[in-house]
């Protein structure tokens, strides 16, 4: 007599919630032998009995079926799925500017990074919309977990933003946005909630390799010097309490140097009102108005429409040229040495309409002093 033992098991099911009770798993292991098989039925009762009614995916129940008549398992299939609550929003800003990156290099077509051009600051001009403030789109909705219970929406406090220093804010009128305009010229500040704008841009320590080259439509403060290849171009004052070595400086003001020029035959400093310095030594020196020194002039080229005017205890004005408007006070012009000094008087070397089609020789010069 021989016997014969068949392996035999009921398929078996489990159903399982997640912690957050927004999805519903399965989990169905096959018959064995002469088992018996889970049909839907079963399933949607074990459905129950763990509490899921909301969410349900009757493909998915369909393929844990077809799973199991193919002999395979279902492990932790998702079955339902919650619908997720709608949350409000508190509105939005756009802001109208370009926003600086804060990228402190730029790469060049080598691939190389170029440290001399930087993004940190955001300039604004005065008359510009810096940004738009549109109210809520969204209103929040409420959600249905996969046991039927309702799931609360946030609803988003409102984008508040203020109009600081130098920013006028204008309210809404129908669906248009309230709009933040800028009433002077300069740096975009947007610490916070409030927008404000800095008319001065203030350099903390060089301008090199820390800041970049400065473009700037305000007044620029420099704490210390201007490194060599370097430019400051602003359209208001320039106050540099160091040197300006082998660097180019652009103002639609005055420039101030606390300390002096070392020109290296490429530095250049431009100005539509006046310069002042400690001393200058074989630069390029462009005025609309005076151009002060506080000691001496050494191999530089000098044009102003003003005067040029040294101090005349110790001014020394020598080599190089010098073409003065009005005149010029000096201590020593020239040298018995031998060394060339040209100087001429009495015409408008500078005027204003002179200085602006001297910008494309600007371009060539500020190349000059890489």
Do not use: W
């Not at 955001?122 to 799931?151: D, R």
């Not at 001297?358 to 371009?363: D, H, N, Q």
Request: charged share 25%; net charge negative.
């Amino acid at each position: 007599m021989r016997l014969r033992v068949r392996a035999m098991r009921d398929a078996r099911i489990a159903v399982e919630v997640s912690g957050d009770e927004m999805e519903a798993y399965l989990t169905l292991l096959p018959r064995m032998g002469v088992g018996t098989d889970i049909d839907a039925d079963l399933i949607n009762a074990e459905l129950a009995e763990a509490g899921v009614t909301h969410g349900i995916d009757p493909d998915a129940v369909l393929q844990a079926l077809d799973a199991q008549r193919e002999g395979r398992s279902s492990d932790r299939l998702v079955v339902a799925r919650a619908t997720p609550p709608v949350d409000g929003d508190g509105g939005r800003i756009e802001y109208r500017v370009a926003v600086a990156t804060g990228q402190r290099a730029t790469l060049r077509a080598d691939g190389s990074a170029d440290h001399k051009q930087q993004d940190l600051y955001t300039t604004v001009k005065a008359g510009e919309v810096i940004a738009e403030l549109y109210p809520p789109a969204v209103q929040p909705v409420a959600g249905t977990n996969v046991l039927g219970e309702t799931v609360a929406a946030r609803d988003a406090a409102p984008l508040q933003i203020e109009a600081g220093q130098n920013v006028q804010r204008t309210e809404s009128q129908g669906d248009d946005p309230v709009t933040f305009v800028a009433t002077k010229a300069g740096k975009l500040d947007t610490e916070g909630n409030t927008l404000s704008v800095e008319e001065i841009l203030i350099v903390a320590d060089d301008v090199g390799t820390g800041s970049g080259n400065v473009r700037f439509v305000g007044a620029v403060q420099i704490k210390d010097s201007v490194q060599p290849g370097y430019s400051v171009l602003s359209d208001a004052d320039v106050d540099i309490s160091g040197v300006v070595d082998r660097a180019l400086v652009s103002s639609g003001a005055s420039i101030m140097v606390g300390q002096g020029v070392i020109g290296g035959g490429k530095a250049v400093l431009r100005a539509r009102s006046e310069i002042h310095a400690q001393f200058a030594e074989q630069a390029l020196l462009m005025s609309v108005g005076a151009v002060r020194l506080r000691s001496s002039c050494l191999r530089c080229s000098v044009k102003s429409n003003g005067k040029v005017l040294l101090d005349p205890s110790k001014g020394d004005f020598v080599g190089g040229d010098v073409r003065a408007r009005e005149g010029m006070v000096v201590r020593n012009l020239g040298s018995e040495r031998g060394v060339r000094t040209e100087v001429s008087f009495g015409q408008n070397y500078l005027v204003a309409d002179r200085i602006e089609k001297e910008e494309a020789e600007l371009a060539r010069l500020k190349e000059r002093s890489q």
